[in-house]
């Protein structure tokens, strides 16, 4: 099917295509049929326990998955600014969450 448009989020794989230079396609899986660009020097962070955080102007990003996974993938979140971060949670096609 056609990309999806998501305002201030550049999806990628299958019909969406790849990513600029400087840029990582990132988070495709069975809930999540379209990946999205992040930075290949994004940062990591963890929002459950805080070991890992985002600079000032960024959210951690985290991607909604099936329930008995979902600790996981709390575990291991992606820095993005804070408009980024949000647009993505609420937009992203199979859902995320955005921490800040």
């Known amino acids: ?13 299958g019909n969406c295509g790849g990513c600029p230079a400087g840029q990582l396609c990132t988070g495709r899986s069975p809930l ?5 660009c992040i ?11 805080r ?3 985002c600079e000032v102007g960024e959210g951690c990003f985290t991607y909604t998955v099936q329930p008995e996974q979902q600790p996981i993938a709390d575990g291991v ?7 980024r971060c949000n647009a ?13």
Do not use: M, R
Request: hydrophobic share 30%.
């Open 51 to 53: 070991d890992f955080q």
């Open 77 to 83: 979140g992606i820095c993005l600014p804070t408009a």
């Open 32 to 36: 999540h049929p379209w990946s999205f």
């Open 39 to 49: 930075s290949e020097t994004a940062g990591n962070c963890t929002p459950v326990n």
């Open 1 to 13: 099917t056609a990309c999806p448009e998501v305002p201030e989020v550049d999806l990628c794989g």
């Open 88 to 100: 993505a949670a609420a937009g992203l096609p199979g859902g995320g969450k955005c921490y800040d």
